[in-house]
């Protein structure tokens, strides 16, 4: 076994930082067909509990992806499992930062635990959890 950036530690963390746009609501429906209302329908969005638009969950979870490939534990890196709490909502505009902890690393293969969070700017938590992944070796053979 071997990690192609060196084996994470307990403890390590990392974080990514971004700003959800309108657009990502139709890039995500083009992506999967979620046309829920919520999504798009303002007067509908307005009745829920949310008091108004917001972005499909996938689109929120997604930056702990950009995480995970680009930051810890780095490229190569896959989910194999995850659990998450949807907490809060995320709406256009908002700025919402990724942020992963290691928990756990196996030491017969490139296996780590994570707890996860994706927090709003306004200090709110829109998901937590944890997750399972596995980092390949992606340099040539």
């Given at each position: 076994m071997a990690w192609p950036q060196g084996a994470p530690q307990v403890g390590d963390?990392?974080?990514?930082?971004?700003?959800?746009?309108?657009?990502?609501?139709?890039?995500?429906?083009?992506?999967?067909?979620d046309r829920n209302p919520?999504?798009?329908d303002v007067e509908a969005a307005a009745r829920t509990r949310f008091g108004g638009i917001v972005v499909q969950g996938g689109v929120t979870s997604a930056i702990l992806n950009a995480v995970v490939a680009q930051r810890l534990p780095g490229p190569g890196?896959?989910?194999?499992?995850?659990?998450w709490k949807f907490l809060a909502p995320?709406?256009?505009g908002d700025t919402i930062t990724g942020q992963v902890e290691v928990t756990a690393?196996?030491?017969d293969k490139p296996i780590t635990t994570l707890a996860t969070r994706v927090v709003?700017?306004?200090?709110?938590?829109?998901?937590?959890?944890t997750a399972v992944c596995w980092t390949?070796?992606?340099?040539?053979a």
């Open positions: 963390r990392a974080e990514l930082t971004r700003t959800i746009e309108a657009s990502d609501i139709l890039r995500f429906t083009e992506i999967s067909g919520v999504h798009y890196t896959v989910f194999l499992e995850t659990h995320c709406r256009p690393v196996r030491e709003r700017d306004d200090g709110v938590v829109a998901i937590e959890g390949m070796d992606l340099s040539p």
